[in-house]
């Protein structure tokens, strides 16, 4: 069923009636794609607002008339996200059932049938095999294909969480009145009021502010709240206090704006368009299977038509040589194969979400093995996401009061800005939470007064109760204005007011005449004032968030008890207050991250951080968790050296830096040349105040330069980055439905460390897939040869073609499957990335030692004991050679054998199946052997040990049902057997004991000469 691309819809406002197309779905055009990638430019926020009321045409009291109204809707159209056209649930089916791997075992199919109706043309008692094979394969196409399907069909919602973000209803005014319309009825120049709880329903430009606050998390990925007002405070659009943005929530107070966009013209509707048009890059691991796809029907099309040719030059007739050609290039294709896939990584994707990593995409598993870059987000998964108090300065110290609490001095100054911090703080424990860790608490206040409140729960203790015995008697809230907040307080044992007030330090500072130090209030002099100043800076240049501390005890005869203090007429003094010390806050990293970041570099995986916050914050962070190392210098590093602002840095300076800070600003100065030089040349960089265009300049940057990109986060804002990268990862405490619709992969626990167990299973099942990969292969050369002789030197069929279907989707299964349970061989995270145009899932070396040495010797076996039976009785293999037409002859029914034995056509076809028997016991015998091999790809098997019970169960389990298929009445028979003795399997023994021995041999001149001919020509 097709679905819609527009509707027809009239507007709900009362006393007008306006009819408006409402598009749903739009194809985006390159150019559109690349207008959304552009930085949002616009002078709404600088302009006047005279020149903001002529260019909309609107009236900042009375906003606009409805008539007017009306035709900007039917104009434009309505203010809602369009979804970009995506593929049709019916195409990624087909996709999934015709695409890749399965297109091979379509042709394997088709030739089969093929085979089938030849053979039946020229004889119809030919046997139902090949359509047994044809069979097999679609069952085998489609159970793989509708699992794929469904795990995408779960993933193509993006748009949908989108347009969860967006609100139903605003508040408009029209023509002097205030209504409440659907938020898509909104057009440009409306007037519209927001307060507290409110989603903004479109991008506006603030012309009234009270007390307005937002949380822009959705857009910029930090969520400490921001203040909007009236007032340009900068001219780039995301950092200005007088704009607002659709779908971001107002969380306290209430303002007017002006609407400048609508739908898709505003900053989310660029992210959400960007989002959904972009096309993600194809996964490496689809990459190697189109290779191996193209490899392995390269080598049967080869050796179809090699011995198409021979068949000819031997005498045989077209339609002979073309069943033979048909037979060669279907054993070529491994049937089990796609199946071996897919459980390998289902499995491991199960083990992964037990280690708190939820993988969306199979595919992905591989992709983050095959990782080189990270970039990272900062805040929720490097950091835990909780403002805490890091450092406090009083007495001429700067104490660490995260790290080293136990020693910090308790003296008098300590006490004075405790109590500060106590009692000028909104803040408060939600109840009933006594027994729940300090710092995990729940607190009704923003992050601010968080931290404070928590630290000195933790430092002082029941804080509550001192709030209480220090009662409130008026406040003045903090502002944008004033930046400060200031309360009073009755101190009842000493039956006397104090003033407590804290802000930007440099406002308290600038407040304060005395400090509180070693005991006695001192004057505070231009160089004490100086040195304040120093201290508050470098707190700052260690990323944290300062607040200052001041108090004034009032005198109880201007200020008696029963004073009616007045927060609008001030009438209490805010100047002349003693100054008790700072504060400084961050989001400290989580505990795990340095060591894993170092896991990473020790990986050769470099992590870059991609941030909204501030650079000095980032470069603080940056720094504690590894990603930029002790030794490296960066420009805020000179700068707080030499005390000077980052602007003062010299250019001589900057060229000395082994690290950059690059923020959105210079971003939006630099040519993508530019940006990939620099790329190219610092290994250690951090992107600050990046907007989410931006991050996805960084990802396709680094992409160009040839490098596999994991993309972590959590905003909507990541959403563009996280779609486009090799592997995007999600949050999941944290990230919004929107990153994770557009991720790969979710980390459950919002852990940077995850990533890097994700890595480690990535790489893991790359080895592992190589491993099954090889298993499989090496049984199609005992399948393949069979054919091959049948026709050159006209012996019996020594296979059927159901004992292949036995070997490759019965006895191969388990063992292949069960592989990707195996434990590493080393420390695979101590080497480097894998290349992905050198180190393939399926190479030539790979193919070589296969089906040249390991599937020869295992042929080998399967005639040795072919031959044993047979000439047990009594045909030799002279004897065999050359008698193929006289043996499936029904006609000829006095064949002689070496003894002269005559054999009729039935008592032949009963031995044949005797000997397809003892074929496919051999295979059964050197595959088991092959599994003990496979298990590792350097080690010794005695230095890889057998502690993978889930393939020694698998080797248990092949041979029971080797066992069930060849001696059980009934079930032999169905499957073209005939039972043998039971001694039949010892001539394949020594074959297998000789593929264990050789490449024993064979791993241990790869182990200690690495590179020497085994290495170079063996080591897949």
Known sequence: MMRKSSIIRTSSEAGTSVTYIKTLVKTRTPT?????????????HIISLKKLQERYNTDLQDGLSRVKAGELLRLYGPNCLISSATKSRWLVLAEFLFGGFAALLWVGAALST?????????????????LYLAGVLVAVILITGIFGYYQEAANTSIMESFKKLVPKFATVIREGNMLTIPAEELVIGDVVEIQGGDCVPADIRIIKSRSLKVDNSSITGESEMQPRSPECTDTNPLETQNLAFYSTNVIEGAGTGVVIATGDNTLIG????????????????????????????????????????????LGYDFFESFIFLIAIIVANVPEGLLVTLTACLTLTARRMSKKNCLVKNLQAIETLGSTSVICSDKTGTLTQNRMTVSHMFYNDTIVDVLDESDKVNRNAEFKNLCRVGILCNRAEFKPEQEKIPILQREVKGDASESAVLKCMEILIGDVMTQRNQMTKICEIPFNSTNKYQVSIHHLQ???????????????????CTTYALNGSDVNISSEKKKALQQAVSKLGYMGERVLGFADLMLSKDKFPVGFKFNTDKVNFPLEGLRFVGLMSMIDPPRPNVPNAVEKCRSAGIRVIMVTGDHPITAVAIAKKVGILSSESETIYDVAMKKSISVSKVTAEDKARCSARVITGADLREMSQSKLDSILMTFWEIVFARTSPQQKLKIVESLQRLGYIVAVTGDGVNDSPALKKADIGVAMGISGSDVSKEAADMILLDDNFATIVTGIEEG????????????????????????????????????????????????????PAISLAYEKPEADIMSRMPRDPQQDKLVNTRLMSLAYCQIGFIQTCAGYVTWFFVMAQHGFFYDRLIGIRKEWDDPFTNDLADSYGQEWTYEERKILERKGYAAYFLAIVVTQICDAFIVKTRRLSVVQQGMSNWVLNTGILFVIFVAGVILYSPGVNQAMQFERVEWYTFVPSLPFGLFIIIYDEYRRYFVRNYPNGWFARETYY
């Open 32 to 44: 559109e794609l690349d207008q959304f990638k552009k930085e949002i430019s616009i002078d709404d």
């Open 493 to 511: 044992n000493e039956n006397k007011h104090l003033l407590v007030m804290k802000g930007a330090p440099e406002r308290i500072i600038d407040r």
């Open 114 to 130: 093929i085979g089938y109706l030849v053979s039946y043309y020229q004889d119809p008692r030919t046997p139902l095999d090949q």
């Open 270 to 313: 660029h992210i959400a368009g960007l989002t959904s048009g972009i096309e993600p890059e194809e996964m490496p691991i689809k990459k190697e299977l189109k290779y191996f796809i193209k490899l392995i029907t390269a080598l049967a099309i080869f050796i179809g038509a090699t011995f198409f040719v021979i068949s000819i030059a």
């Open 763 to 814: 790489r893991l099942i790359f080895d592992n897939l190589k491993k099954s990969i090889f298993y499989v292969l090496t049984s199609n050369v005992p399948e393949i040869i069979p054919f091959i002789l049948f026709v050159t030197i006209n012996i019996p069929q020594a296979l059927s073609v159901l004992a292949i279907l036995l070997v490759d989707v019965g006895t191969d299964l388990w």
